[in-house]
Structure formats: structure tokens, C-alpha cells
């Protein structure tokens, strides 16, 4: 009998570990328009709709096909299509419980039909999910290239029917659909009771159970977005929060620490939400004063008229919050105190452990409105720290009285070159190779690695008195990144009258518009004490803005050789791009003539003062190898998760800036262009770059492709192991290129013998191996030799793991006696060597139609410089 409470124990272990996971019941994947079975890219199985038991009898002829396919569409299930001019139903015989069911649409032309005329409505049962619905007018609002719409229904009994009905009100009106997901899912909304949220104290409000939901926002907060594969078996997505942050204010992001592991349970079981979103937070920061006079805040655009499910993820991950009462705070949405003296301790039990809380919040009137959720210490709890904390989010939308989920389809954007009939006109022409995964509602998009690309818009919008944002009542200017609802009524530019002669080019409903007084109260004047440095732009300059935040701000020189293009290129390019190791731009200046640029401030600089020519100590090999990771996944980032594929042109240590965390951030898109076309391999153009670092084989045939990016990383991969400098003309001339003489020792089995001597002893081999072969690989003269950026992030993340690995059983390289550069066996204190204190200049001449183009990729170096321009003036 005494094992008894043991047998309890463990059945309950076991009854905890089988609510980790999901299996469902019903599963169905439906490839409209096919015949047979395709696996996508997940690797699940798909059944073609032709002749099957959910489609009518007469169905038993294959379906459509895009006249274009896009190449960043998957092909299952969006190689084909069922397009019909009448009402067409499918019938599932299904469980009764509650079901995901995702649409998969890809707007184009089909046949006949023109992409711009398929409008029409999609029910369920009674519940009306969709009306009126215009997938091209939606994908080209989101500049997305096609998406996905997730709903929530509760099937009784009898199964459930979805019809697609062409709109009535419109001429060649038709509907279509690519693919069609229906899944059991667990119970996910019954276990709490809500909130209502009013204004008042908040009142329960139990949602029905037969109630249809659709999903608006799933956000993972304070981490990286997180693919349908990676959670949990529902396949749901998790979108990276940052797109929505108000301001420039976006408070500090972290990851777990390694001694807390998240604790699940029977009442909260994993597949609420996966570990990858309870293991990353955003708080408001360390510093009392700047939390206490400002509201970390998230814009979410919505559909007016319709009462909305947020629910908030929390868990306290990082020590010391162990105890209750260290971190109070109060949750406020759209301007309403939903929650006052939030404790994620108290509600949870201790550290690691997971909760969520429930709110509804009500909206009225129609069109597009905003819906805030804000974050604010309570300071009346006297709590050890002033701070918020969050580390998921979710909304979606409930059905109203009316069995209705429909909103209206969002507009047509300004400047996007997704243009209404383009398709119809241009049936023939080559699509853009825009490797993108993405879905339609936001945060059910069909994310591979890391990517959204994305488009923001100035707003300004009052707060309640609740909401206590260190702006004015009308708020500071802010981000608000496109969304499905974008383009909404609120929405107003910030951008003020100009008088530089290039103000009217400029894309203000990208990014934040300074005003000059603002950027002068930022830098006290350009007061010289706050340079950072000065580069071929112009110079740079140490921010804080009245909130505390601090920026690093370039303002250009109107005599440098940089101007108008680059100055235009980095705004549109940044200011569409969001991703955790891209530096963030958070917007310009273009009064007074000026052409001034507003980025996040990089704690620790660039890469190349942290390797040489400087007094800093040396990194250790690890944080190096996290650095070039995170550096990979921003390229990794702009050649596949963005709609189109963006080319850096000039990628080197100088240009990935580390912040106060030392993650790697990928910064200077002035040189930027966008790939080439689905049919074409490369873009011609006049070749620019850095010297040491440019494609040999873009150089001599004015060809860029991606695998430019790549050789350009293989010499940083090189420079980071060496700590020497991609050119150094005082070196032998075999050895003058880091490149050509890195690669000649790694194939004659001697790179060891040229890195740096502080790594002596402190690489594994197999680590040491696997990172030699892959800049080797990245170096290659031939672009088709070269990996993919994918490809080169992998081998980093093996080398790591294989380093990892050695450290903990204590394996290291031994041989540490040889101190040699460079060549062969030296003396460390050799005046061939270049020491770390070292500044020197090269320069070289290259010649090229003509005209000879000169490098001075070392030129003013200025050791404390935060931005690639300032390290690199003139390396173009």
C-alpha cells in the first residue's frame, strides 16, 4: 500500500503528458481542383476534390490552374483551383465538437476568369464566414501573394456543409477556392470564463459553445514567428509581435532562462500554446523611470461592430521574478482597464509555469477601427520592479447576433505594385520570385522560417485617460504595420509639408515622419558630444527622445557622394521589413532639405570593432558563432521570407551591428535590390559593393544573385575566425585577399594555422570543421558551388551544437602552440601582424568599363561608429 501515492503520482505524470499533444479526430485536407494525393512542403497529405465523397456527384472533372504561379506559392494545395459561376457545396460527414476550418486561396487568373471578379460568399451551416469576399483586392491590400483564412465552428452531429456562392451584386462575379482544411481541435475555450471589458469592472461573459470564431491575430511576443509545423499538431501560426508595437518604445525582448524549463499541466495543457511562445517575453525594460511614463502598447486594426477574444499568454521566465508582488502591472484594451494588478506569480504558481487570461471587448460601428492592448506598471502595489510583461497574444473575432463573421475587404494601398486588373493585363509576364510563406489572416500564415513582409502606416489616435502614454492625448507617432484591416479611416500620414525637392518621391505611409525640431531635441542640436562617427552619409549621432527611447540618428551630408537614391532605398526597403536580426528603422527626417535617418541604437556597434583594429576584448568563439547565426537568419530572412527577394549587395562586418544583448542585426540596405524574376536567375546591374567582400563572378559578369550575399558572408565567416581584415595590403600579395588566401589554406588543410591566435585551443575540431568547410563552400568563384542562405544557417547551427557539445565533455583543440598568421609560423609580435590596436588604411583600384572604381574599405575608422556607413564611407 505504500506505493500507492507513487502509482498516483505517476499515472498523473502520464495523464499530464498526453495533454502535451492533440491528435484529432477529423483531419481533412481537401486539394481543390486535383485528382489523387499531393504532400506538401510539411508533409502532409492532401486528397484531390475531383470525384470525392465531400464534393457533389457531377464533380468529377479536374479543376484549374493559375495562368500564373507565383513562385513563392506552395504547390499543394495552390497549384490548382475549383472555380465555379453557381453555388457549389461540400459536405462533411464530421464529429460533433468544435473544428479549425482553413480556406487556402491564391488570387490569379483561372481560365477565363479574371482574378479582380472572384467575389463571393462562404457559409457554414448557418454561420456566414465570408461575404462579398474579394481574395485579389485582399492579398493586394496585404501585398501578400496569397493567404489563408482560419475559423472556428461547431459542428453538431450531422457534419458540416461549406458553400461558396459568387456574389450576386457584381458582373462575372465567380468563386474559387485552392484548399480546404478541417480539423478537430481540443477545448480551448471553455476551461476559463471571460471578462467583458467595458469600461467598468469587468464582467464575466461566457461565450456559447456553438458560437463561430475566426482567428485575426495569433502574435508570439518578445520572439520570433513560429511556423504551422512547429505547434503542437493544430498548425496553427504565430506572428512576430514587433509589427504591431506602438512607437518606437518597444521595451526589451528575452528568451528563457536556462535553468527554467515550462512547467504544463492537466489544467493547462501544450497545445494551448507551444513552448516557443511561453519561452520568449517582452517587458518594458530594467529602467523604473522611463516604465513608469510610458504604455508598452500593440495596435491591432479590426472590423468595427463585432465583440472580440483577446487572450493574453503569460509565464515569468528569468530570474529573479520568483515571488509575488516583484512585477504588478495593469492591462488596459482599447483604452479600458481590463486588469488591474496583474501578477503572473500569483496567478500561476511560480516560475515557468504558464497561464493565460481571458478578455472580450466589445466594438461598434462599422468599417475599421483600432483595437489597443496596453501594458502599464501598477505602481500602487509598491512592487520591487516597474514592469509589464507578455509573452503571447491572440484575438479573434466572434460571430454577432446575425450568425455573421464577414467583415468588409480591406482597400487598395497606395504605391503597392499589386495593381487592380495587373494579373488580368499581364497574363503572360513573368511573376516576381518572391520566396514568401505567408497565410492571410494575420499570424495563420503559412511561415517557414522567419519572415513577413510588411508595410506601416503613420497613426495618431487619442488615448483614454486610462492609458498612460508618455505622448500628448492625441499620442506620439507611431508604427502600425499593414494588416488585413490596413487602410483603415483612422489612418492618417504623419508626413508633414517639405521643402526639399525630393519630398514628393518619398513613401511617407511607410514609416515615421520626424519633424527637424524633434531630431534636434533627440541629438541637444547635433551636439558633437554625441557622435558616433562619420561615414560616406554623413555623420551619425547618439538620440534619446523624450520617452526615454534611444536612437541612433545619420544625417546626411549634402556634399557626400551618398544621397537621394540611398537615402530613398533604405527607407522603402526597411521600413516594409521587420525581423529580429534586421536593424529596425524606425523612420526619417526630410525637412529643411535635410536627409536625416532614425534607426534603434546598437549598444555594442559592429561586428569589425569587436574582431580588430580595436582596444575591446577579444569575443569568445561561441558568442561569435551566435553572431554570424543570427546574421544568417537576417539574410536567410530577405532572400526568402519577404514577398520579394531582397539582394543586400554589401554584406561585411561592418554592416551587422550588435545590440545590448549581442544579438546580430543586418543594417545598410542603401545598395539593396530586389531579385530577379521566377524565369530569370539574375539581375542585371552596375556592379557596387565593398572590395574583399564582392562576387567574383558578379564582378566580372554584372550578374547579382543571391549567392552574391553568400560569398560576401563566406569572407565575414572568414574574418570572424581570423580577426584580420578582408583586404590588407600589407600583407604579401597572396595574402592581401582574406578570401583567395583563406580559401588556399583551407584546401591545403592550414586555415588553422591562420586564425586567430586568442581562438587558439578553443574550437572543437568538428566544430572548427564544419565552419571552415561551410566559408569555404560560401567562397566558392562559381555562384551555383555556393549553399543557399538556409543552407549556410543549418551548418552554423550544427557548428554550434558540435562546439556546445565538445565544451561540455571538455574536448578542445590542442594544438596551442602555434602562434602563426597569415601564412605560416610568425612571431605574435611580427610587424606583419595586424595587432588589435592597430589603425590603418587600404585602399585598392579596380578597373571597369573604363572608369576605375577605388575601395577605401578601412578609411576613418572610427572605433565607437554604430552604423556600417561610419566603418565604411566609401566601400561601394
Known amino acids: 500500500m505504500k506505493s500507492l501515492p507513487f502509482l498516483i503520482l505517476y499515472f498523473a505524470a502520464i495523464a499530464a503528458g498526453d495533454n502535451s499533444t492533440f491528435s484529432p479526430r477529423d483531419y481533412i485536407l481537401l486539394d481543390c481542383g486535383a485528382s489523387g494525393q499531393s504532400k506538401d512542403q510539411d508533409g502532409r497529405t492532401w486528397d484531390g476534390d475531383t470525384g470525392s465523397k465531400y464534393a457533389p456527384l457531377w464533380l468529377n472533372s479536374a479543376g484549374s490552374q493559375a495562368s500564373n504561379q507565383d513562385s513563392s506559392v506552395p504547390q499543394y494545395p495552390y497549384l490548382t483551383a475549383r472555380v465555379f459561376t453557381s453555388p457549389l457545396t ?30 463571393f460568399s462562404v457559409t457554414a451551416g448557418p454561420i456566414t464566414l465570408l461575404h462579398n469576399f474579394s481574395a485579389y483586392q485582399t492579398v493586394a491590400a496585404l501585398n501578400y501573394a496569397y493567404l489563408i483564412r482560419e475559423f472556428s465552428v461547431n459542428v453538431s452531429s450531422t457534419g458540416l456543409n461549406l458553400t461558396f456562392t459568387p456574389s450576386k451584386n457584381y458582373s462575372n462575379s465567380y468563386a474559387f477556392i485552392n484548399g480546404i482544411e478541417i480539423a478537430s481541435m481540443p477545448d480551448l475555450f471553455s476551461a476559463t470564463t471571460p471578462l467583458l471589458v467595458t469600461g467598468g469592472t469587468p464582467l464575466q461573459y461566457p461565450i456559447p459553445d456553438d458560437w463561430a470564431m475566426e482567428t485575426v491575430y495569433r502574435l508570439n511576443v518578445g520572439g520570433q514567428a513560429i511556423s504551422p509545423a512547429g505547434d503542437s499538431g493544430l498548425y496553427r501560426s504565430w506572428a512576430d509581435d514587433s509589427l504591431y508595437i506602438y512607437g518606437a518604445a518597444y521595451g526589451v525582448t528575452y528568451s528563457a532562462d536556462p535553468n527554467v524549463t515550462i512547467q504544463y499541466s492537466t489544467s493547462l495543457p501544450e497545445y494551448i500554446a507551444p513552448t516557443d511562445v511561453y519561452s520568449t517575453a517582452r517587458s518594458m525594460g530594467p529602467d523604473p523611470t522611463v516604465s513608469k511614463n510610458y504604455n508598452l502598447t500593440w495596435i491591432l486594426s479590426v472590423d468595427a461592430g463585432f465583440f472580440y477574444l483577446v487572450r493574453l499568454h503569460f509565464c515569468e521566465i528569468q530570474y529573479p521574478i520568483t515571488k509575488i508582488n516583484q512585477r504588478v502591472f495593469d492591462i488596459y484594451l482599447s483604452n479600458q482597464t481590463a486588469q488591474e494588478q496583474a501578477d503572473v506569480i500569483a496567478w500561476s504558481g511560480g516560475i515557468g509555469n504558464p497561464v493565460y487570461r481571458d478578455y472580450v471587448v466589445p466594438t461598434s460601428g462599422s468599417g475599421i477601427m483600432d483595437l489597443w492592448v496596453a501594458l502599464h506598471p501598477d505602481l500602487r502595489t509598491k512592487a520591487e520592479y516597474s514592469d509589464a510583461i507578455l509573452n503571447g497574444m491572440e484575438v479573434f473575432k466572434l460571430q454577432n447576433s446575425d450568425n455573421n463573421l464577414a467583415g468588409p475587404n480591406p482597400d487598395f494601398l497606395p504605391q503597392t505594385d499589386y495593381e487592380p486588373g495587373k494579373i488580368l493585363k499581364n497574363q503572360n509576364s513573368n511573376s516576381k520570385k518572391t520566396p514568401m510563406i505567408v497565410g492571410g489572416v494575420v499570424g495563420v500564415a503559412a511561415i517557414i522560417a522567419l519572415a513577413i513582409l510588411l508595410l506601416v502606416i503613420y497613426k495618431r489616435k487619442k488615448k483614454g485617460k486610462k492609458a498612460k502614454d508618455a505622448g500628448t492625448s492625441d499620442g506620439p507617432s507611431g508604427w502600425l504595420p499593414l494588416s488585413l484591416y490596413e487602410n483603415s479611416n483612422s489612418a492618417a500620414s504623419a508626413k508633414t509639408n517639405t521643402t526639399g525637392s525630393y519630398a514628393s518621391s518619398l513613401p511617407s505611409n511607410l514609416c515615421r515622419h520626424f519633424s527637424f525640431a524633434e531630431i534636434e531635441s533627440a541629438t541637444n542640436k547635433f551636439d558633437e558630444t554625441r557622435l558616433l562617427g562619420v561615414g560616406g552619409f554623413g555623420k551619425v549621432y547618439r538620440g534619446e527622445f523624450d520617452d526615454g527611447t534611444k536612437v541612433a540618428i545619420k544625417r546626411g551630408n549634402p556634399m557626400s557622394e551618398q544621397g537621394v537614391h540611398e537615402f530613398q532605398t533604405e527607407i522603402e526597403m526597411l521600413s516594409k521589413l521587420r525581423h529580429r536580426h534586421l536593424v529596425s528603422l524606425i523612420g526619417y527626417c526630410e525637412e529643411n532639405r535635410e536627409m536625416i535617418l532614425v534607426y534603434d541604437y546598437m549598444a555594442h556597434g559592429t561586428l569589425r570593432e569587436h574582431l580588430y583594429k580595436t582596444q575591446k576584448p577579444p569575443l569568445p568563439w561561441k558568442q561569435r558563432l551566435e553572431i554570424c547565426i543570427g546574421a544568417a537568419r537576417g539574410l536567410h530572412y530577405l532572400h526568402t521570407g519577404a514577398k520579394h527577394t531582397i539582394i543586400h549587395r554589401d554584406v561585411k562586418t561592418t554592416n551587422i551591428l550588435l545590440d545590448e544583448k549581442w544579438v546580430a542585426k543586418v543594417s545598410d540596405f542603401g545598395l539593396s535590390k530586389t531579385g530577379p524574376t521566377v524565369d530569370n536567375t539574375h539581375v542585371s546591374t552596375v556592379v557596387k559593393g565593398s572590395f574583399g567582400y564582392l562576387d567574383p563572378e558578379y564582378y566580372r559578369r554584372q550578374q547579382l544573385t543571391e549567392k552574391s550575399d553568400v560569398y560576401s558572408f563566406g569572407v565575414v565567416l572568414f574574418e570572424v575566425i581570423c580577426a584580420r581584415p578582408a583586404l590588407n595590403s600589407s600583407l604579401p600579395k ?3 585577399s582574406l578570401a583567395e588566401w583563406a580559401l588556399h589554406c583551407q584546401k591545403k588543410g592550414m586555415l588553422d594555422h591562420i586564425i586567430d591566435p586568442y581562438l587558439k585551443g578553443k574550437i572543437a575540431p568538428q566544430c572548427f570543421k564544419k565552419f571552415a568547410e561551410t566559408a569555404e563552400k560560401c567562397v566558392s568563384d562559381q555562384g ?9 544557417l543549418w551548418n552554423l547551427e550544427f557548428a554550434l551544437q558540435l562546439q556546445e557539445s565538445a565544451e561540455e565533455s571538455g574536448v578542445f583543440m590542442v594544438d596551442e602552440s602555434l602562434e602563426v598568421v ?29 572608369r576605375s572604381i577605388v575601395s577605401e574599405d578601412s578609411d576613418g575608422l572610427t572605433p565607437s561608429a554604430v552604423f556600417s556607413q561610419i566603418m565604411n564611407p566609401k566601400g561601394r
Not at 92 to 118: C, E, I, M
Open 822 to 850: 597569415d601564412g605560416g609560423k610568425k612571431d605574435v609580435d611580427d610587424p606583419s601582424m595586424e595587432s588589435r590596436t592597430t589603425t590603418m588604411t587600404t585602399s585598392s583600384t579596380m578597373s571597369m568599363g573604363g
Open 734 to 736: 597572396e595574402q592581401v
Open 784 to 792: 551555383i558551388d555556393r549553399p543557399a542562405t538556409g543552407d549556410v
Open 90 to 119: 461540400y459536405s462533411f460527414p464530421l464529429g460533433a465538437g468544435r473544428k479549425y476550418v482553413r480556406l487556402y486561396f491564391y488570387p490569379s487568373n483561372y481560365s477565363n476568369h479574371a482574378a479582380a471578379d472572384g467575389i
